[in-house]
Every structure is written in structure tokens, then in C-alpha cells.
């Protein structure tokens, strides 16, 4: 199985704040990463598919780069809706794996 | 618009089977390309993927739940159901399930069910 590493854990950061979380990939995935946001109580929601993607209706603030083992979600200038965790997901192959989350909370 | 629905017993005891059911919107499974997976997720902890069904009756499975697992699809009542066997205090979970995307070149999760928590305790 593709192990997928997320850093850092946790962040603590201000409204306005650029913010970015890395994910590492255990193997080359080429831009098989996909980025999704859950807030407390609720089912993820997808940001980001394709590494680099942004899904219709996310505001254009999130972004994400990368391919191979590294990448990257940013979020340009952080919002009060934003305090929520992020995980990253490789779909590259079965079984398809996650990221151990970044929790994103208010400084 | 396409939804996803989990459902299934709340709790559930050690040693026995838990059966859930997704009942899904908006798309068919017979419609080639379509695929279900399911997520689940112990509380306060990561997301980890447990099975998928595709539109031709492909299966697939967590290799560290592969044997415990069994997952099939009604495509004329638009459910997929998944099934694992000897629970577990550890199985404690949110179980989801999600549609799994498939595009030119990639696959992605969107939507995803609202989430049916199962506790297994005696």
C-alpha cells in the first residue's frame, strides 16, 4: 500500500494568514492526489483532485501543486470558515490511501 | 444532483456482522465508469478506505480488511452494501460512503454520504 504523510499535524494560524500543508507520497503517484476539507460533525468535501484542480465551487483562495511524492495545498489568505482539517488522498492505486490529516485551528 | 446516504444499526456487539447500506441519487450503477466506495473514520482519527464497487461488478478491498469484508451492489434499488464481519471494539467508526469519480485520467471522491456512526460494544 502507498503510505501518504502529511505535515505538519496541526497549525495554528491567524484570518488573513497564508497557510500551506504538504502530503508526501511513500512512492511516485505522478498527480494522483486529491485534497479535502472536513469540518467537525460533517463528511469530507473534495477542494482539490488531480493534484492541481480546483473543484467547482471552491473559492479560488486553495490551491495545490505538486506530482511524483510531493505536494502542496495552500490556502492564500485564511478565513474564518478555513478552521477545519485537511486530508490528502492518493488515488494512484487500490488500495487508495489517506493522509493522516492537518488540523488547522485559530491562533 | 447526485446524493449518498448511509444506513445501518447505530450499535452493533462484539463478534457480530454489521450490514450497511448506501442508497445513492442522481446517477446509476449499471452506467459504465460509475463506481461506491466506502470510508470510515474512528472518532478523533483519519479517514480510511474500506471497499469499492464498480458499474461492471468489480471489487475491491483494504488489504488489511480484505477477509472481513464483502461489498455488493443493487443497481435496481441504486444501493451498495457492505458488509463486515467479527466486530470489534476497534471498528468503532463513522462509516461513509462516496462516489467515486472517474475523469480523463483521474479519480476523486465527490460526493460523499452524510456519514452513519456505528458503535460496537456489548
Known amino acids: 500500500d502507498i503510505q501518504m504523510t502529511q505535515s505538519p499535524s496541526s497549525l495554528s494560524a491567524s484570518v488573513g494568514d497564508r497557510v500551506t500543508i504538504t502530503c508526501r507520497a511513500s512512492q511516485r503517484i505522478s498527480a494522483y492526489l486529491n485534497w479535502y476539507q472536513q469540518k467537525p460533525g460533517k463528511a469530507p468535501k473534495l477542494l482539490i483532485y488531480?493534484?492541481?484542480s480546483l473543484q467547482s465551487g471552491v473559492p479560488s483562495r486553495f490551491s495545490g501543486s505538486g506530482s511524483g511524492t510531493d505536494f502542496t495545498l495552500t490556502i492564500s489568505s485564511l478565513q474564518p470558515e478555513d478552521f477545519a482539517t485537511y486530508y490528502c488522498q492518493q488515488s494512484y492505486s487500490t488500495p487508495q490511501t489517506f493522509g493522516q490529516g492537518t488540523k488547522v485551528e485559530i491562533k | 444532483q447526485v446524493t449518498l446516504k448511509e444506513s445501518g444499526p447505530a450499535l452493533v456487539k462484539p463478534t457480530q456482522t454489521l450490514t450497511l447500506t448506501c442508497t445513492f441519487s442522481g446517477f446509476s450503477l449499471s452506467t459504465s465508469g460509475m463506481r461506491v466506495s466506502w470510508i470510515r473514520q474512528p472518532p478523533g482519527k483519519a479517514l480510511e478506505w474500506l471497499a469499492r464497487i464498480d458499474w461492471d461488478d468489480d471489487k475491491f478491498y483494504s488489504t488489511s480488511l480484505k477477509t472481513r469484508l464483502t461489498i455488493s451492489k443493487d443497481t435496481s434499488k441504486s444501493q451498495v452494501v457492505l458488509t463486515l464481519t467479527n466486530m470489534d471494539p476497534v471498528d468503532t467508526a463513522t462509516y461513509y460512503c462516496a462516489r467515486d469519480v472517474v475523469g480523463a485520467l483521474y479519480n476523486w471522491f465527490d460526493p460523499w454520504g452524510q456519514g452513519t456512526l456505528v458503535t460496537v460494544s456489548s
Open positions: 488531480a493534484a492541481s
